[in-house]
């Protein structure tokens, strides 16, 4: 008899464990909050940010790296959710975008066309992944080609989130810069 209690408390121990472990697993682990062109111009509207915007492409490997690793640094999320809305545009989206009294459109070009929108953010240099960095009245701040590690954003978004670009130099602030964690 005293076997069978010991198991069955074994059991529900068991149990109860994997119960908390599945409760546990559905938290979300925090992520940044990408937006849509549309729904940022809507949060522009009511409090003015500066933008991230992240250019890519669905066959684009590299992106899908910055994806999986920089864009989940917990330091890239605090600072893009402080400072900034970020936006995920497709480099060769269908969609028209209206936008400044404009519609953008994709235009064909062989097997892959491109969108006009993110093309002009990128001041014609069609590179993926780019990120662009506008400020509150969008203008573009900085278009930055290709992978970036976090450590690297971390400083770029920490220069431009602070306005630290408008009077320091990016050497310097470079070498002098702190991380917050």
């Not at 590299?62 to 864009?71: P, V």
């Not at 600072?79 to 028209?96: H, L, Q, S, T, W």
């Not at 069609?126 to 900085?142: G, H, K, W």
């Not at 602070?162 to 002098?176: L, P, T």
């Amino acid at each position: 008899m005293k076997k069978i209690v010991v198991f069955a408390f074994a059991l529900l121990l068991v149990a109860g464990l994997k119960a908390q472990s599945a409760e546990t697993a559905n938290v979300e682990a925090p992520e940044i909050e990408w937006l849509t062109w549309d729904q940022m111009v809507d949060k522009m509207e009511k409090e003015p940010r500066k933008v991230m915007i992240d250019v890519y492409t669905d066959w684009c490997g590299w992106c899908k790296r910055m994806d999986a690793t920089t864009m989940k640094d917990p330091t890239i999320i605090q600072i893009v959710g402080e400072e900034y809305y970020a936006v995920k545009m497709d480099g060769e989206a269908k969609e028209d975008i209206e936008f400044k009294g404009r519609t953008f459109k994709y235009v064909p070009r062989g097997k892959r066309g491109y969108h006009e929108l993110p093309a002009e953010l990128m001041n014609g240099k069609l590179s993926y992944p780019t990120l662009v960095f506008l400020d509150e009245a969008y203008n573009i701040i900085q278009p930055l080609p290709g992978y970036q590690q976090a450590r690297q954003l971390e400083t770029v978004l920490s220069y431009f989130g602070g306005d630290f670009y408008k009077n320091v130099d990016w050497d310097k602030f470079q070498k002098e810069y702190k991380s917050p964690n």
